[in-house]
């Protein structure tokens, strides 16, 4: 597999332009009813018309059977071999907002949930109450005291925040308090180094606290924290590809991914349709551009098949935006597959399309699960992504004489 060092041999910098258009937890699996998964069902005329003029294939955010987190299926999209540069999700969501997160801090990433009577989980997203709701909720968490350490809470997006601790000797060596799944109770958190121990005792103080000031609400009466990291440093997209990197996201988190690997993170708006917009306000500042659509994967882990087939069919009506700015390579596939059927991330290969002018297209009828599997790229890591759409891009010069 090809390694950063060898790129970094061959590439050079030229005019021409990248767009690697992500729809998260875009790879699903046939509705029982139906037989078709999300994307068969979905109409998508612009992306099956692209299709028969791309290089198709499934790629594998990990490695075959391993179902990866949101962090690392992006990471390995992005050419950074996730089991070598690990990121933590709760810096991720901190950084995305915009909080200051220095050397030795630990971040965590939180839901509000619903507690019942018994003690459990009743809905880790707590309805996925509103945004205002949730800031209000945070200003609540902070009459929390603990021993010597600082701390700030501030609201993300619906149910979910973060908070960064602050102190001397705190670990990110902790496990997560969520339990993934509704009906059983939340987890202390443990350490997982001997050095982490009191770091555990004081994020479990946090959670009790919080607890107690949430008891009488409803629905988020309780807190679930899940991502323990840490501030790391990797080398950045300009230093690795030589390239003038953008990202347009929604979401926070993916922001600050992006931030992470020396990506300019633009304004992009409410929907796809302002993040291609985006695209096309910065097309001369930019030779990559990173664009991100968060429905696909909210709608899958929801469960709800129809709302992700929608999200789809949004995502398809910006495929002619970006063609007209023509770009040297469109690719677009997703980070990981969220099947409506399981409720959640999968470890099912995910559907990859890569448009230029030096494919050699084999006329793939859609752009599909099934269609992608016979595709001529087939089955392949995500972490070879970027190599090939440099390649195709013709930044990449030859190797060995």
Not at 198 to 225: D, H, K, Y
Request: glycine share 10%; hydrophobic share 40%.
């Amino acid at each position: 597999m090809v390694g950063f060092e060898l790129v970094q041999d061959l590439v050079h910098e030229s005019p021409s332009k990248i767009i690697l258009f992500v729809m998260d937890g875009l790879g699903g699996l046939p509705h029982p009813k139906t037989g078709q998964t999300e994307l068969e069902a979905a109409y998508t005329p612009n992306l099956d018309r692209l299709a028969r003029q791309s290089q198709c294939g499934l790629i594998d955010p990990i490695s075959p059977g391993i179902t990866p987190g949101s962090g690392p299926a992006h990471l390995a999209l992005f050419g950074y071999d996730p089991l070598r540069f690990l990121i933590g999700r709760g810096v991720l969501e901190a950084l995305g907002i915009g909080m200051e997160v220095r050397d030795g801090d630990v971040a965590a990433r939180g839901n509000f949930c619903t507690m019942d009577e018994q003690g459990n989980i009743a809905d880790r997203r707590a309805g996925r109450v509103a945004t205002e709701r949730n800031a209000q909720l945070c200003r609540m968490l902070e009459s929390i005291s603990l021993d010597k350490v600082e701390f700030r809470v501030t609201a993300v997006k619906e149910h979910r925040f973060a908070v960064v601790f602050r102190g001397a000797d705190l670990s990110d060596q902790l496990t997560d308090t969520d339990p993934q799944q509704n009906g059983l109770p939340p987890l202390p958190v443990r350490a997982t180094s001997p050095g982490a121990q009191r770091t555990a005792e004081l994020a479990n103080e946090f959670i009790a606290q919080a607890g107690a000031i949430l008891r009488e609400e409803r629905p988020a009466n309780m807190v679930l924290l899940r991502g323990f990291s840490r501030l790391p440093h990797l080398p950045t997209m300009a230093q690795v590809y030589k390239l003038r990197s953008a990202a347009i996201a929604i979401y926070p988190m993916y922001k600050g991914l992006a931030s992470l690997v020396g990506m300019q993170v633009v304004p992009g708006g409410t929907t796809v349709a302002d993040e291609a917009d985006a695209v096309a306000v910065h097309w001369g500042q930019y030779d990559f551009f990173y664009m991100h659509h968060k429905a696909t994967d909210a709608a899958g882990e929801d469960g709800d098949f129809e709302r992700k087939v929608k999200a789809i069919e949004e995502a398809d009506a910006v495929i002619p935006r970006l063609l007209g700015l023509k770009p040297d390579v469109l690719m677009v596939t997703g980070d990981h597959s969220t099947p409506a059927t399981l409720a959640g991330h999968s470890w099912h290969p995910v559907p990859f399309l890569l448009y230029s002018r030096w494919v050699r297209a084999h006329g793939a009828a859609s752009f599909c699960e099934s269609d992608c599997a016979l595709g001529e790229l087939g089955r392949f890591p995500s972490v070879q992504v970027m190599p090939l759409a440099l390649a195709h891009a013709l930044k990449l010069d030859k190797y060995g004489a």
